[in-house]
């Protein structure tokens, strides 16, 4: 069945820096991945998203990239802040369904 | 205005018991999902509902019984709790169910069964 793969479990960087989340799917019929962050004790919410027909997006400080070919995509944030401290979680909807199938989440920690 | 909104916010109960969560979206939209998230935070869909008639209904354990009297509303039943029950459940929501849809969580319901 469809399988989103999602590196790193945990991510440390010193405030400033940047981070990457890298995630990987199996159908190759998706053609929508978004990215939700969750903070502590509150809801998962939509940061930036991305479809097949695109390479690369960015919002301000976030970008996200889609490799088709490799079946990969990344989430990009630059000049982190403490306030990026949450769990992100990828996903990938394939095409002509509506099931979003859910990265295993990465714990971000910005250390001031 | 909470866009998706779902009670209780927590729960405690003991096993064997019979227990409800309700969620209500003002959005206006068409679909809705009740999802599960475990102490390892994985998010995992359990059923989805578009216009109150089911569309996803994954490998959950028959205690567990999704209603949709309306479009804007989706209650999640569960009988007979069990100490593996213990988890965050999220209502959402989306204008409809094809794929580019944004999802909107509702803010969790800690259910905790002791």
């Known amino acids: 069945g469809e399988n989103v793969e999602q590196h790193p479990s945990t991510l440390s960087v010193q405030e400033g820096d940047s981070a990457v989340i890298k995630c990987t799917y199996s159908d190759s019929a998706s053609n929508y991945f978004p990215w939700y962050k969750q903070e502590l004790g509150k809801r998962p919410q939509l940061i930036i998203d991305i479809r097949s027909n695109v390479g690369e997006k960015k919002d301000q400080r976030i970008a996200v990239t889609l490799n088709k070919t490799a079946k990969h995509f990344s989430l990009h944030i630059t000049e982190t802040q403490p306030e990026d401290s949450a769990v992100y979680f990828c996903?990938?909807?394939?095409?002509?369904?509506?099931?979003?199938?859910f990265g295993t989440g990465t714990r971000l920690k910005v250390l001031a | 205005d909470t866009a998706v909104s779902q009670t209780p916010k927590y729960l405690v109960t003991q096993m064997g018991n019979d227990k409800s969560i309700k969620c209500e979206q003002n959005l206006g939209h068409d679909t809705m999902y009740w999802y599960k998230q475990d102490s390892k935070k994985f998010l995992k869909i359990m059923f989805s509902?578009?216009?109150?008639?089911?569309?996803i209904n994954e490998t959950v354990p028959n205690r567990f019984s999704p209603k949709s009297p309306d479009k804007a509303h989706l209650n999640l039943h569960i009988n007979s709790l069990e100490l593996g029950d213990s988890a965050v459940y999220f209502c959402?929501?989306?204008?409809?169910?094809?794929?580019?849809?944004?999802?909107?969580f509702g803010e969790g319901s800690w259910l905790t069964v002791v």
């Open positions: 996903a990938a909807v394939p095409s002509g369904t509506y099931k979003y199938i």
């Open positions: 959402a929501s989306s204008q409809t169910y094809t794929s580019g849809n944004t999802i909107y």
């Open positions: 509902y578009n216009n109150k008639e089911l569309i």
